[in-house]
């Protein structure tokens, strides 16, 4: 089973900064890494598909980069809905999601 | 509108199972694979396995095979998710999500969550 790594765990940060969170993946995946958004109580929200396509409806200061093991979602300036966890998913075989990395206030 | 809508919560003793549906709308329900993902309280994300509603193909991860069984009814667009011999450990929300079909995929639309507690 391809493992999946996230950092950081857990980050604090201010509103309008730039936020980097970075996925690895213990063999290469092509660009088949997703995104998603987790508010407490709520289903994840899929941000990003393919490593950088954007979903309909998403703000455009999320992107996603990245190919083979290495991937980066940068969130340009943090909103305060913002606030929230992230989980990567790699979609290149057996289903798995990392870890993930909550974002919270500074 | 595009949605799954899924059963209510659910309390079971430990060593029953536990039987969770997701009803899809909006959508050819066919057309799609149907995931499964739980989540334990203030703990991550974990893919339990898919659906194919077309075909009836299933997928389980390994440490889920042999306890779970996915199964769905094209007449009324509805999947269902049954988790057998129940521990504590199984104290969860379950979420079913729509995934395209193949490599690739992600889940675009989700369930609203069903809550299952195990618990003597």
């Known amino acids: 089973d391809i493992q999946m790594t996230q950092s950081p765990s857990s980050l604090s940060a201010s509103v309008g900064d730039r936020v980097t969170i970075t996925c690895r993946t213990s063999?290469?995946?092509?660009?088949?890494l997703n995104w998603y958004q987790q508010k407490p109580g709520k289903a994840p929200k899929l941000l990003i598909s393919?490593?950088?396509s954007l979903q309909g409806g998403v703000p455009s200061r999320f992107s996603g980069s990245g190919s083979g093991t290495d991937f980066t979602l940068t969130i340009s300036s943090l909103q305060p809905e913002d606030f929230a966890t992230y989980y990567c998913?790699?979609?290149?075989?057996?289903?798995?999601f990392g870890p993930g990395t909550k974002v919270d206030i500074k | 509108q595009v949605q799954l809508v899924q059963s209510g919560a659910e309390v079971k003793k430990p060593g029953a199972s536990v039987k969770v549906s997701c009803k899809a709308s909006?959508?050819?329900?066919?057309?799609?694979?149907m995931n499964w993902v739980r989540q334990a309280t203030g703990q991550g994300l974990e893919w339990m396995g898919w659906?194919?509603?077309?075909?009836?193909?299933?997928g389980y991860a390994q440490r889920f095979q042999g306890r779970v069984t996915m199964t769905r009814d094209t007449s009324i667009n509805t999947a269902y998710m049954e988790l057998s011999s129940l521990t504590s450990d199984d104290t969860a929300v379950y979420y079913c999500?729509?995934?395209?079909?193949?490599?690739?995929?992600?889940?675009?639309?989700w369930g609203q969550g069903t809550m299952v507690t195990v618990s003597s």
């Open positions: 659906m194919n509603p077309n075909s009836g193909d299933t």
């Open positions: 063999q290469s995946i092509s660009n088949y």
């Open positions: 999500a729509r995934g395209e079909m193949g490599i690739g995929s992600s889940f675009d639309i």
């Open positions: 909006g959508y050819t329900f066919t057309s799609y694979d």
């Open positions: 998913q790699q979609s290149y075989s057996t289903r798995a």
């Open positions: 393919a490593a950088s």
